[in-house]
């Protein structure tokens, strides 16, 4: 079986509002619609979670202006997804709701007290996404000329998650007792401070609200550097990875599963899911003839990409020659995404950034052809599952949830009942 999300990759904002099928989302971007009919659509289907992505600046990478980003509104407008969260929990009654949290800028106590409340709301279906903030904008938004360095902002990551951690354990189990007879709402005796004395951080606890039904809301992380995986493989319950081919993804499975054993976890307890687009149609060809009109959509549309690989990796490609061969790139960005978009050795940047290629895996087919696709990759692969990077659109939506879902569903890749209460008993029913 297979375990499923969607990741809203440009988090709560206009989603495609040129494209065809994107509805009023010009004028109704900021109503939590969309994301209500996306989530209600995906609970129906079977999918595990939503994940919402997020961050904290207004780009300019590309030319070195804000220009581009507010005339196409992408990345821009932004808000935030945390307010989304009980909203989507209130609309559905199974999936899960995963948002994207910074490390480098929110302080733990901030971070746990927050993620408990929503954990509370969405009854044990709340997870954090984990990022340290790769964007040296968004370090200049919190106080910092520069961004800290692409290593170090792991090495804070880490300790923040252990203050974080320390926090959502500060309410023994039994701790709320309720007792209006008796008069005692809360025992004293099983609330302790954390007193976290380290080399980032300093935080006193205990947490001010009871950890939520999870205790510990999921996990999920998606940077793919070393220090990324360094991170991912002590902390995370799921992994968002971006390859475009099998052996690769394998490779960095069966990496990430080594790196838990080393800290002592259980592989199985972290479930990667590898981003993909599905190009779906009635019959193979219709599929295949649509991606080759988008094809050269992308390619008439090229500075789009250019401007994405801007954003990864804080470089701006408005000023390299797109006639040459694109040398490799080094960043304090996003590492593993910058090296996804840009791969392709030899090629120039206009033939890169021409190419329909989402930099993980594109699959095109009919629902039944796709469903098989994504069987034989999984298993090429060892596991555990995917993440839906299509535009968000209702049209995409419904494809991916009553054409797709369906198909996968016939070949037993989707669970027929939904397999448990909480986010974090879902991702380990199997
Ligand atoms: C599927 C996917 C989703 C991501 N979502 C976010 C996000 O919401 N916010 C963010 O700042 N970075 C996001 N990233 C970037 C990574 O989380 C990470 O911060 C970045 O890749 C830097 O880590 P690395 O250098 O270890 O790869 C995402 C990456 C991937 C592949």
Partial sequence: MLHMAWFVGQGYSVHGWQAPWSGRIDLEWMRPDIYLDLARALDRAGFDYIMLEDGLLMPDSYGGTPEWFLKNAWMVP???????VPLIGQATTRIGI???????FTPPFTAARLGA????????????????????RSAQNFGLDEHY???LRY?????????????????EDGAIVADADGGTFAD????????????FYKCRGPLNVAPGPQRRPVICQAGGSPAGRGFASRHADTILARYRDADAAKAFRDDIRARMAAHGRDPDDCKILYLMTATLAE??????????HQGEEVAANFEHKLAFMSYASGKDFSKLDLDAPLPEIRTNAAQASTKALTAGSGKTLREIASENASGGFDFVGSPDTVAAQMEETARAIGGD?????????RHAVAEVADGLAPALARRGLLPAAMPARTLRQRLRAF
Avoid at 98 to 104: D, G, K, W
Avoid at 188 to 199: C, E, F, N, Q, S
């Fill in 117 to 136: 409340t929503l954990d509370h709301l969405t009854d044990g279906r709340f997870g954090f996404n984990i990022v340290t903030a790769h964007n040296e």
């Fill in 149 to 151: 360095e692409h290593d």
């Fill in 188 to 199: 004293v005796t099983k609330v302790h401070p954390i007193d976290h004395a380290g080399r």
């Fill in 155 to 171: 090495e804070m990551a880490d300790e923040w998650m252990d203050v974080v951690d320390a926090l959502w354990s500060s309410w």
């Fill in 98 to 104: 995963v948002a994207t949290m910074t490390t480098s």
């Fill in 283 to 292: 019959t193979d060809d219709l599929a295949r003839a649509r991606f080759a």
């Fill in 385 to 393: 599952g995917f993440l839906i990077s299509n535009p968000l659109t």
């Fill in 78 to 84: 932004k808000a935030d997804p945390m307010a989304l």
